[in-house]
């Protein structure tokens, strides 16, 4: 009888021994298959695009917050009769938002994905945006 049961040790023990084999196996081929995707995941993409962001008519005196996504571009108070803010493009797909102290009304523009001249004017609480290619 002892020898019986360490027969079935024995084979138990091969059993475990090749399935995990085979698991390090299937790990191995699916690792070097995707090693190609893995490696340029993590690099970042420059991109050689300009948005060159204008506030011309009807912000003078007023303050002003604007962000491109979730990133602050400019908060104060405009003083001039033209603001211009020179930006590089830094996503694939931007988002322009403005809000303003006097209504604290949030515009939002979705921003084609070359770059340009952005030219923002307000009427009332009207925020309307031009967009000029160079």
Excluded: P
């Excluded at 571009?73 to 211009?84: A, M, P, S």
């Excluded at 102290?101 to 030219?119: Q, T, W, Y």
Aim: with cysteine.
């Amino acid at each position: 009888m002892v020898r019986k049961a360490q027969n079935s040790n024995k084979q138990f023990l091969w059993g475990t021994a090749s399935l995990a084999f085979g698991v390090l196996c299937i790990v191995f081929i699916f690792v070097t298959l995707c090693y190609d995707k893995m490696k340029h995941s993590g690099e970042k993409h420059k991109f050689d695009d300009i948005y060159q962001i204008e506030l011309v008519k009807g912000f003078v005196g007023d303050s002003a917050i604007i962000y491109i996504n979730d990133s602050l571009l400019w908060q104060g108070v405009v003083n001039l009769d033209t603001l211009t803010l020179s930006i590089d493009r830094f996503a694939e797909q931007n988002m322009l938002m403005i809000s303003t102290g006097r209504n604290d009304i949030a515009s939002s523009f979705n921003l084609e994905n070359k770059g340009g001249r952005l030219v923002l004017r307000r009427q009332s609480a009207i925020i309307s945006l031009t967009t000029l290619e160079w």
